[in-house]
């Protein structure tokens, strides 16, 4: 039998800074996916993909960007015991912040 890779917190509220949200929050290992699953509607993605930049998180980790409606994000999971950052990172063409995670749920 494979050990599932997907580990998940319920009831957990995310700030948003403009809006909080309550869900279930989800991490794929495998897929290197964070996300907020509630019962209101779709799933609202906590991770980023940067493998245009040539970049893949280390397993347990997932990047999370700090730029438009994520800004300040990774430090509101961190106080909240969430995540723990591991690097930062600067990427795209206006130079903006990423940041790349352990997962601690």
Same mark, same amino acid.
């Given at each position: 039998?494979?050990?599932?890779?997907?580990? *998940?917190?319920?009831?957990?509220?995310? @700030?948003?800074?403009?809006?909080e %949200?309550?869900?279930?929050?989800?991490? @794929?290992?495998?897929?290197?996916?964070?996300?907020?699953?509630? *019962?209101?509607?779709?799933?609202?993605s906590?991770?980023?993909?940067?493998?245009?930049?040539?970049?893949?998180?280390?397993?347990?980790?997932?990047?999370?960007k @700090?730029?438009?409606?994520?800004?300040? %994000?990774? *430090?509101?999971?961190? $106080?909240?015991?969430?995540?723990?950052?591991?690097?930062? %990172?600067?990427?795209?063409?206006? $130079?903006?912040? *990423?940041?790349?995670? $352990?997962?601690?749920?």
């Open positions: 039998m494979t050990e599932s890779k997907t580990t *998940a917190k319920h009831d957990v509220t995310v @700030d948003f800074g403009c809006v %949200l309550t869900g279930s929050l989800v991490h @794929d290992d495998e897929h290197r996916v964070l996300e907020l699953e509630n *019962a209101e509607g779709p799933a609202e906590i991770s980023i993909s940067l493998r245009n930049y040539g970049l893949t998180p280390e397993p347990g980790n997932v990047f999370i @700090d730029w438009s409606e994520h800004s300040g %994000l990774t *430090a509101r999971l961190a $106080q909240a015991g969430l995540v723990k950052p591991v690097h930062t %990172l600067t990427v795209g063409p206006y $130079q903006s912040t *990423a940041y790349e995670v $352990q997962v601690t749920l």
